[in-house]
């Protein structure tokens, strides 16, 4: 009778343990997974804080570390490769609107820049930043139904 419960409580400490293997693998699977959503959602935060509220700051200086502080490498792994080009779309226009920055600064000091007059390169620089948040809010939206959840 002793023998038999001894097996008993030897069986139960076996599934125990095995049931705590299982137990402690779901949850590395499931921090891993929460972890790569806390970055992927840093990066999109971050490109979003610089697409509607850092390009379009006028006090804006020029600097694009809230985008380029990622390497194409992370966030092609992060995501694919239409974010890494999503980035490079981000740093382009960044760089076109900080040019027309600059271009409306002399419209207004001189009249025109480049036969155009401020109000012309405002538009223009409104474009781009409105073309530039609308490639962004698409893109936005397929992460959050591919790669956004837990």
Known sequence: MYNCFLMIFTAMSGVGAVTGVIAAICIFFRQKKIALFERRMKILNDFEQFVFVVLRDWDWDGSTTLVSKYSE???SLLF???YSELQKDILEVAKKCND???DIDHAKRHGTCNNKTEDELQKEKNNYEEALGGRFTQKRGEAYKKWLKI
């Open 100 to 102: 027309l920055n600059g």
């Open 80 to 82: 694919n490769e239409e």
């Open 73 to 75: 490498q992370e966030v």
